[in-house]
Every structure is written in C-alpha cells, then in structure tokens.
C-alpha cells in the first residue's frame, strides 16, 4: 500500500492538500528570502563605510612610507600618517563587525518566517498522512480472504452513522449475523473507503 489512495475522490482530496502543503512551503520560502535581502539592505552603508576606509588606510601607508623618505624628519613626519593609518584599520573593523551582525541577523529573521508557519502546517499535515499510511498499511494486510469482509463490515457498523447504515438495509446487524453477502460487501467497503482501498475484484466477485 503507497501513501496514497486507491479511491479517486480520496486521492484528488490527498493530491490537492500535499499541493497546499507545497506551495505553502514555497511561498514561506519566497517570503523569507525576501525579508533577508531587505535586512541585508541595511548592510550596504556599512560595506561602503569598510571600502572607504580601506582605500583611506592604503592611502595613508603609502604616504607614510613617502614620508620616510624624507631625510632627518621622515620619523617624525611618517608617525601622524600611521596613526591615521591605524585609525581608519579601527574603522574597518567596526564596519566589517557591523555588516557580520546585520547578515547574522538577516539569515535568523530570514529562517523564522519561513520555519515557524511552515512547521505549524506540518505539525497538523503530517501526522495525518502518516495515520492514514499506518491505516491503510494495517487494512490491506487484512484483505486477503471472505472471512475479513466480516471484520470490515463490524467496524462500519461500529463507526458509521445510523441513517447511513439504514441506507444500506433495514436491519444490518442481522444481515451481517445471517451472512448476507450484499449487505457486508457494502459495509465492507465503506469501512475500506476510510483507508482509502477498495474492495479487491477476487472478494467482490465471490461476494457477488
């Protein structure tokens, strides 16, 4: 038995709820993505704060160096241009820190909106494909003989509602006690159409 039903009006039902569940996910997802970007936009001042001060801190080494050159006060000219140089190196990484915290931030925010509603459907979808798989696993084992007709039209008789089985005949119970083969086919197989099976054409021949 697949995790799908046999029955075309249940498996339309399965096919379109996995649809949603999918498109679901992947809206979330578009949704998230979209959120990070615009946080990462935020970013963009503080890279631009890191190149500038990069050229800045190139600029200043190579006056430096220049500025050593200078014979009897290449000393004393270099000191300030360093420490300028140090400066802007201060600068940088306060912008790179920045930026590194922004994107941290993008990528959290980013993964809540897509986790959190995505996992509230799954926590409701799931757990009901996986009840219908175990169900329909455990009926199709039983459908192997006569006798297990039996089994499902006791459980319809249990679960369905009287008007449905007043449909079916006037007195269901003793049509099941005496064997009728029509009523129990029928309760059988609404009992099955719950799994989503139906009725195998060897057990609907003999019942026939």
């Known amino acids: 038995m697949g995790i799908y039903a046999q029955r075309p009006g249940k498996l339309i039902g399965q096919l379109m709820g996995d649809l949603g569940v999918l498109l679901w996910g992947v809206a979330w997802a578009l949704v998230g993505n979209f959120i990070h970007q615009m946080i990462s936009l935020v970013a963009v001042p503080a890279r631009e704060i ?14 430096a160096e220049q500025a050593a050159k200078v014979p009897g006060a290449g000393d004393q000219l270099r000191r300030p241009l360093d420490a300028a140089a140090d400066t802007m190196g201060g600068v940088i990484a306060s912008a790179d820190n920045q930026v590194a915290n922004i994107e941290q931030l993008a990528n959290v925010v980013g993964w809540l909106v897509f986790l959190i509603p995505v996992s509230v459907v799954l926590a409701v979808w799931l757990p009901r494909r996986i009840r219908f798989w175990q169900q329909s ?24 509602p009287m008007h449905l089985l007043a449909a079916i005949s006037d007195d269901p119970v003793g049509a099941w006690r005496s064997g009728d083969s029509t009523v129990i086919t029928k309760l059988a197989e609404i009992e099955l159409g719950r799994s989503g099976l139906r009725l195998p054409a060897r057990l609907r021949t003999r019942a026939g």
């Open 137 to 160: 696993r455990a009926a199709q084992q039983f459908i192997d003989s006569d006798a297990d007709l039996d089994l499902f039209a006791l459980r319809a008789m249990a679960r369905e």
């Open 50 to 63: 890191s190149r500038t001060a990069g050229r800045l801190a190139e600029n200043f080494q190579d006056a």
